[in-house]
């Protein structure tokens, strides 16, 4: 019998099931076993315990949760309950803030990191956006707070834009605007992985031509890229205050007043695909190895 049972729900497309199978058997060397396809979508909670798939979750030692793309808002409603009882990586609470980029933009603004200048405005505050704009040069970025992989960023060059704008988030449920200034710089950006406090790598996408976005699900390009020392100690601070064990910290280089700016702090970034290794994008074993260890410190700390 192993000393300590985990759950796991990672990624299975990509390459994600290989990366499973290895963080497994390194699991099992170390006298950890493991219950795989956890998905909280499909848990129920009944007389103070959440079974999934015939688990009693909180008799878990640790659930490890890293799958973006199939999220549901009933399964991250769980995932918070969950967190009261049983250690998780990432943790709720630096996950849920990291989510949210106004809350995370304005944590790491008041802890000294450089972001875009951002404005945060009640829905009906048109007065608000309209000086915004005039302020920052005409060029501001529409962000949903919630998302990822580039979905719903506008950019707005000028009040015609804004003016389409305005009536489809008055047809939604959202009650506030949220915009950052467009920062010029020359469509590339820095991904830097960190796991556990621990430099794991650096790469960047390179937005399309005619376009501004970079995220690879909007149809930018991976590069090979090697951080400075400058990059790699602005991605650990971004990370240690946002208290997420593994993250994604998204940089670019702005042109015009010659400074890294913090994008976002991402609380799954995704392992290399079997494609973007055979680019030379070489990450995946070392962050494996930092994972593994991450969840067995975490066993341990549990158990003194």
Same mark, same amino acid.
């Given at each position: 019998?192993? #000393?300590?049972?985990?759950?796991?729900?990672?990624?299975?497309?990509?390459?994600?099931?290989?990366?499973?199978?290895?963080?497994?058997?390194?699991?099992?060397?170390?006298?950890?076993?493991?219950?795989?396809?956890?998905?909280?979508?499909?848990?129920?909670?009944?007389?103070?315990?959440?079974?999934? &798939?015939?688990?009693?979750?909180?008799?878990?030692?640790?659930?490890?949760?890293?799958?973006?793309?199939?999220?549901?808002?009933?399964? *991250?409603?769980?995932?918070?309950?969950?967190?009261?009882?049983?250690?998780?990586?990432?943790?709720?609470?630096?996950?849920?803030?990291?989510?949210?980029?106004?809350?995370?933009?304005?944590? *790491?603004?008041?802890?000294?990191?450089?972001?875009?200048?951002?404005?945060?405005?009640?829905?009906?505050?048109?007065?608000?956006?309209?000086?915004?704009?005039?302020?920052?040069? !005409?060029?501001?970025?529409?962000?949903? #707070?919630?998302?990822?992989?580039?979905?719903?960023?506008?950019?707005?060059?000028?009040?015609?834009?804004? &003016?389409?704008?305005?009536?489809?988030?008055?047809?939604?449920?959202?009650?506030?605007?949220?915009?950052?200034?467009?920062?010029?710089?020359?469509?590339?950006?820095?991904?830097? &992985?960190?796991?556990?406090?621990?430099?794991?790598?650096?790469?960047?996408?390179?937005?399309?031509?005619?376009?501004?976005?970079?995220?690879?699900?909007?149809?930018?390009?991976?590069?090979?890229?090697?951080?400075?020392?400058?990059?790699?100690?602005?991605?650990?601070?971004?990370?240690?205050? #946002?208290?997420? &064990?593994?993250? !994604?910290?998204?940089?670019?280089?702005?042109?015009?007043?010659?400074?890294?700016?913090?994008?976002?702090?991402?609380?799954?970034?995704?392992?290399?695909?079997?494609?973007?290794?055979?680019?030379? *994008?070489?990450?995946? #074993?070392?962050?494996?190895?930092?994972?593994?260890?991450?969840?067995?410190?975490?066993?341990?700390?549990?158990?003194?």
């Amino acid at each position: 019998m192993s #000393t300590y049972e985990i759950g796991l729900w990672i990624y299975q497309n990509g390459g994600g099931d290989v990366i499973q199978n290895s963080i497994i058997a390194q699991l099992q060397e170390r006298d950890i076993s493991a219950i795989t396809e956890l998905n909280l979508r499909n848990a129920t909670a009944t007389n103070g315990a959440i079974y999934c &798939d015939g688990i009693r979750m909180e008799e878990l030692d640790l659930f490890f949760s890293y799958n973006a793309g199939q999220q549901t808002q009933y399964q *991250l409603y769980l995932y918070e309950a969950l967190d009261r009882y049983i250690p998780i990586i990432n943790n709720y609470t630096a996950f849920s803030l990291t989510e949210d980029k106004f809350k995370t933009a304005h944590l *790491l603004q008041r802890n000294g990191i450089i972001t875009p200048e951002y404005e945060l405005c009640h829905r009906n505050d048109v007065h608000t956006l309209r000086r915004i704009l005039k302020e920052w040069g !005409g060029k501001i970025i529409y962000k949903p #707070t919630e998302g990822w992989g580039g979905m719903g960023l506008v950019k707005i060059e000028n009040d015609a834009a804004l &003016d389409m704008l305005i009536p489809f988030i008055k047809h939604t449920d959202l009650r506030h605007f949220y915009v950052e200034r467009f920062i010029d710089y020359d469509n590339t950006d820095f991904r830097v &992985d960190i796991v556990d406090g621990e430099y794991i790598s650096c790469y960047g996408r390179q937005a399309p031509a005619g376009d501004w976005k970079t995220n690879i699900t909007s149809g930018g390009k991976l590069l090979l890229r090697e951080p400075t020392d400058e990059l790699v100690a602005l991605a650990k601070k971004a990370a240690k205050l #946002t208290g997420l &064990d593994i993250a !994604g910290v998204d940089m670019i280089y702005d042109q015009e007043r010659e400074q890294y700016v913090v994008l976002e702090v991402n609380g799954i970034p995704a392992f290399a695909t079997p494609e973007q290794e055979q680019l030379g *994008l070489d990450f995946n #074993t070392k962050k494996i190895n930092a994972i593994v260890n991450l969840i067995e410190k975490k066993l341990n700390e549990k158990n003194k």
